[in-house]
C-alpha cells in the first residue's frame, strides 16, 4: 500500500517586525524550508514592518517529512542578509489540526544548535563477558549534515556517550557525507547498564579557532539494545532540545494558513467500484435528477473543500477520457436549475469550480501563450498609472516637465493612453487566439453553450449564452492571471506596487470586456470611464471570437491522455539556464558554465544556444535516473541542479544546470520530475558533488561508480496544474469525501435502513415505504435507494480494506475484497 504526503502552506502577512536596516524599517522577505530543505522564497518587501506576501505553495512529499519552518530575513544589498527570527512546525502539530491551520504565530530566535539536519548510519551491540560489558558502536557514515562553515561544508566528528563513559571518531574534514568505518568501545560495569539508561550518538563540526560546533544527535534508550542483538540503521539526528522562546512577540509574527495531507492508497482494484459509480453519472445519467453519485458528492461537498473536489473530479474525468461529458453533467444541471438568466455561475457550485479548475489543467500553457509577452511588457515598463482622482500621487511620476511639476490631468491622460495601449493588445492576444485554444476546452464551451441556448432560447436573452461562456473565459480564467500573474506562473515574483495597481486597473477592465459591457456606467467607479469607448468597441469582436471558438468538431477530442494533462509535442518549461562543465578548474567557474536555452516536454529536455537556433541538443525523458539539487560548494554557486541519464551503453552521465534563484530550481526540478515520474530505474541515491580532481567533492570518495552518498528526491514535486494523472490518489480524496458525508447521505436516502439491513441484503429495496402506491414514485424511490446501497457498499468495502492493509497486511486485504 502506497503512501500520499501532500502539505499545503499559505505565507499571508506580518506584522510588527523588528527593524533591521539604519533606516529604521526592514526588507523582509521569508525562506520556507521541509526538514532544513529550502523548497520556496518569496518576494521580499521593501521597506515595510507589516510585510504582506500572500504566497502559497504545494508539496507532494511521498516519503514524509519532520518538520516544517517558516524564516524570516531582512535583505541587504550589501553583505550578508540578517535572520529576524523563525517558526518551526512538526509534522505531528500540523497533522493534528482538525482543519487548515490558519493563525498568528509569534517569530522565535534562531539557535544554531537546532538548527541540525541529516543522518548518521550505525551499528550498535552489547557484548556481555564475564566481568564486564563491551558497548560496541559501528559508526559507518552520515549523510545531509548541516554546513557549518563558510566554504559550505563541515569538519565532522561522531562522540558515543554512555554515562561518564565517552569515545570519539576521528574528523573528517571538508564535508557534509562523511565516511568514518570506524568501531568505538566503551567498557562498562555490569552495574551501570540498566534498561532505563541511553546511549547518546553526537555528530559535531571541528573547529580550529572557539568552540566546535553542534550538529545534531541521536539517543537510544538500553532497552534497545537488550532486546536485539544487533541494532543497525540509519538515525535521524535531532536537536539539543533546546525549548523555543517566542520572545513575546518582539520578532513579530507571521499569520500562516498550513494544511496536511496523508493518505494510504490502496491497489486500483479497491477503487474500481467508486470509479464504476462516477463514470456511470455521466455516461448513463440517471432520468431522477437526484440519482447519480455526482449529485451525492456535491451534497457532502463543504465550502471550503469544493475547489479540492473539484480539480480531483476533473483529473479523475481526465484519466477516464470522459472531462467533456462530466462538466456538460454538472453545467447541465446547473443551467436548469437556474431561473434568473442574470445569476447563471454566479454561485460557487461544484459546475463552477469544476470548470474554474479545468480550464487551469488543460490551460495553462495556452494561458501563458496568450499574456505571457504582455504580462511580461508591464513588468519590465513599471509605469505609473492611475486613473482614480483620489489615489494619484504627483510624488510617484518621474516624468521630467520644463514645466513644472505635472499635474493631475497630465497623469490621468498619461495613464489612459497606455492603459487602452495594454488592453487592446490583451483584447487582440485572446481574440485571436481560436487555433490556439486546446481543442478539449472548445468542445467543453461549445457543450456549455449548446445548454445555455436550450434553457434561455428568449430573444431577449440573445446574450446569455455568450455571457456563459465568456463569464469563465474571461472572468474566472484571463482576467485572475492578469491581476496575479506569480499564481498563475506567468512570473516568479509578485508585482511591486506600482505594477500591480496597472494589473487591477486592466483585470477590472477584461472583466467588463466579459461582461460585454452590459454594467459599464452602472457601477461607483466612473473614474474608469475613458476605457468604456475601447471596451464597448470590443463586444463584437468578442462575440466573434466565441462564435469560432465552439465552431469545433465533438471528434477532435474523442480519446484523452489516460496518464497526462499534456500531449507529448507541448512545452511544459522554458527559459534561460546555466549549464555547467562537470570538470574544469575552480578558479574559473566564471568561464566553466555556457547560457543555454532549454525546453521541457515530456518526450524530450533540450537546449540550445538561443530560442531560435536550429540545432538542439537532446535528452530523452525516459533516460532520465534521478534529478537532484547540487551542493553549493561543488561549483560554489547556489541553485544548481543536476540530470542524471543512462545512455545505451548502461553508463550514466550527469548534466549539471544552474537556475536564477531557488524558486525556479524548484520548479523546473518539479517539472523533469513529473514527466520522469514512470521512468523505470530510478536510481535510489545520488552523490550531491561532482567528481573532480580524483574524489567527490561530497563524500570524499575516489572512485566515481561508487553508489550515491544521499538519497533521491524523484517523487518530491510541487503540486500545481502539472500534476500527473494518478486515479488512485485523486479517487482515495472523493472516498473521503463520502465517508465524511456518509451519515447525512444515510438519513436522506436510506432513512429506514440501518447498517445491518443493507449488508446483509444490498440488493433488496422495500416498495412498500411510500404508502401512496404511486408507481412512478415508488420506482424513484428503489432508483435512489438502488444507488445509494451501491455507493454505500463502496465506501464500506473502501473502509474494510484500509482497515486491513492496516492491521493485518495485504494478504487478509485482499480476502476482505475476494470475500463480497
Known amino acids: 500500500m502506497a503512501k500520499n504526503t501532500s502539505l499545503y502552506f499559505r505565507i499571508v502577512e506580518g506584522r510588527n517586525l523588528p527593524a533591521k536596516d539604519v533606516s529604521g524599517t526592514s526588507d523582509p522577505y521569508c525562506i520556507v524550508k521541509v526538514d532544513n530543505e529550502v523548497v520556496a522564497r518569496t518576494a521580499t518587501v521593501w521597506k515595510n514592518l507589516n510585510p504582506f506576501w500572500g504566497e502559497e505553495y504545494t508539496l507532494h512529499l511521498p516519503m514524509g517529512f519532520h518538520s516544517l519552518s517558516f524564516h524570516v530575513m531582512d535583505e541587504d544589498t550589501i553583505g550578508h542578509d540578517d535572520v529576524i527570527g523563525k517558526i518551526s512546525l512538526t509534522k505531528e502539530a500540523i497533522g493534528s489540526q482538525t482543519k487548515v491551520l490558519d493563525s498568528w504565530m509569534n517569530l522565535t530566535r534562531v539557535d544554531p544548535n537546532e538548527e541540525v539536519q541529516g543522518e548518521i548510519h550505525l551499528t550498535l551491540q552489547l557484548l556481555k563477558h ?6 560496541r558502536c559501528d559508526v559507518i557514515e552520515a549523510r545531509d549534515l548541516a554546513p557549518r562553515d563558510i566554504s559550505g561544508t563541515s569538519d565532522p566528528f561522531a562522540r558515543v556517550i554512555y554515562n561518564s563513559h565517552s569515545a570519539e571518531t576521528s574528523i573528517i574534514k571538508k564535508t557534509r557525507f562523511p565516511h568514518w568505518g570506524e568501531t568505538l568501545e566503551l567498557d562498562l560495569d555490569p552495574q551501570e547498564l540498566s534498561e532505563e539508561g541511553t546511549v547518546i550518538v553526537e555528530v559535531w563540526d571541528w573547529d580550529m579557532v572557539g568552540k566546535n560546533d553542534f550538529l545534531g544527535k541521536v539517543e537510544i534508550p538500553s532497552a534497545c539494545l537488550h532486546q536485539k542483538t544487533l541494532l543497525e ?26 494544511r496536511l495531507v496523508e493518505d494510504q492508497i490502496l491497489p486500483s482494484l479497491y477503487y474500481q467500484p467508486l470509479i464504476d459509480l462516477l463514470v456511470e453519472s455521466v455516461i448513463s445519467p440517471a432520468e431522477v435528477e437526484d440519482s447519480s453519485a455526482l449529485t451525492m458528492l456535491e451534497e457532502v461537498t463543504t465550502v471550503e473543500s469544493r475547489q479540492d473536489v473539484a480539480m480531483t473530479l476533473v483529473k479523475i474525468y481526465l484519466g477516464q477520457g470522459l472531462v467533456v461529458p462530466f462538466l456538460d453533467y454538472l453545467n447541465t444541471h446547473e443551467v436548469n436549475q437556474t431561473t434568473d438568466p442574470n445569476t447563471l455561475f454566479r454561485s460557487n457550485s461544484l459546475a463552477s469550480k469544476a470548470m474554474e479548475q479545468f480550464m487551469k489543467a488543460v490551460g495553462m500553457l495556452y494561458l501563458h501563450e496568450v499574456l505571457k509577452p504582455i504580462i511580461s511588457r508591464i513588468f519590465d515598463e513599471k509605469k505609473y498609472i492611475e486613473l482614480d482622482p483620489c489615489k494619484i500621487d504627483l510624488n510617484h511620476t518621474r516624468r521630467i516637465s520644463f514645466k513644472g511639476v505635472v499635474s493631475e490631468a497630465e497623469v490621468r491622460d498619461s495613464s489612459v493612453v497606455m492603459l487602452q495601449s495594454y488592453l487592446t493588445r490583451i483584447i487582440e492576444s485572446i481574440v485571436g487566439s481560436v487555433e490556439q485554444c486546446p481543442p478539449v476546452m472548445r468542445v467543453a464551451f461549445k457543450q456549455l453553450h449548446k445548454r445555455v441556448e436550450e434553457q434561455f432560447a428568449e430573444p431577449e436573452n440573445e446574450d446569455v449564452k455568450y455571457l456563459a461562456i465568456s463569464g469563465f473565459f474571461f472572468l474566472r480564467f484571463f482576467a485572475p492571471a492578469i491581476l496575479t500573474p506569480k499564481l498563475f506562473q506567468l512570473r516568479d515574483q509578485h508585482a511591486d506596487t506600482r505594477t500591480s495597481r496597472t494589473l487591477l486597473l486592466l483585470a477590472k477592465a477584461l472583466q467588463s470586456v466579459g461582461n460585454l459591457g452590459l454594467q459599464l456606467g452602472h457601477g461607483k467607479e466612473q473614474w474608469m470611464a475613458p476605457l468604456h469607448p475601447i471596451i464597448l468597441r470590443s463586444v463584437a469582436s468578442v ?24 500531449l507529448p509535442t507541448v512545452i511544459v518549461k522554458e527559459g534561460y539556464l546555466q549549464k555547467h ?12 558554465s555556457k547560457k ?9 529536455l533540450s537546449h540550445a544556444k538561443t530560442p531560435d537556433w536550429q540545432v538542439r541538443s537532446s535528452i530523452p525523458i525516459h533516460c532520465v535516473r534521478a534529478v537532484e539539487r547540487v551542493d553549493e560548494n561543488a561549483f560554489q554557486q547556489q541553485n544548481v541542479m543536476q540530470v542524471i541519464t543512462q545512455d545505451n551503453d548502461g553508463q550514466l552521465q550527469t548534466m549539471y544546470i544552474q537556475c536564477k534563484n531557488v524558486n525556479e530550481l524548484n520548479q523546473w526540478l518539479s517539472a523533469i520530475r513529473k514527466v520522469s515520474i514512470y521512468n523505470e530505474r530510478m536510481l535510489p541515491s545520488f552523490h550531491p558533488g561532482t567528481h573532480r580532481g580524483g574524489k567527490w567533492t561530497c563524500c570524499l570518495q575516489t572512485e566515481r561508480k561508487v553508489p550515491g552518498c544521499s538519497r533521491t528526491h524523484s517523487a518530491v514535486t510541487l503540486g500545481d496544474w502539472s500534476d ?10 472523493i472516498y473521503k469525501q463520502f465517508l465524511q458525508g456518509r451519515d447525512k447521505l444515510r438519513k436522506k436516502y436510506l432513512p429506514e435502513a440501518d447498517a445491518d439491513q443493507m449488508t446483509s441484503n444490498k440488493e433488496e429495496i422495500n416498495s412498500d415505504i411510500h404508502p401512496d402506491g404511486a408507481e412512478c414514485k415508488v420506482d424513484h424511490v428503489k432508483a435512489r435507494q438502488s444507488l445509494a446501497i451501491r455507493l454505500f457498499t463502496a465506501i464500506e468495502d473502501l473502509e474494510q480494506a484500509h482497515a486491513a492493509f492496516q492491521g493485518r497486511g495485504e494478504e487478509d486485504a485482499a480476502n476482505v475484497i475476494l470475500n463480497q
Open 596 to 604: 543555454r536555452y532549454f525546453w521541457l516536454t515530456s518526450e524530450t
Open 233 to 258: 540503521s540509519w538515525f535521524r539526528l535531532l536537536p539539543l532540545g533546546n525549548n523555543e522562546v517566542d520572545a513575546g512577540g518582539k520578532l513579530g509574527a507571521l499569520r500562516l494558513k498550513v
Open 581 to 592: 562543465k562537470a570538470e574544469g578548474a575552480q578558479l574559473l567557474s566564471r568561464f566553466a
Open 724 to 733: 500527473p494523472l494518478d486515479p488512485d490518489v485523486e479517487t482515495q480524496t
Open 130 to 135: 564475564t566481568e564486564k560489558i563491551v558497548l
Open 543 to 566: 462575440k466573434d471570437f466565441l462564435d469560432k471558438l465552439i465552431d469545433v468538431d465533438h471528434e477532435m477530442v474523442s480519446e484523452m491522455p489516460q496518464r497526462a494533462v499534456f
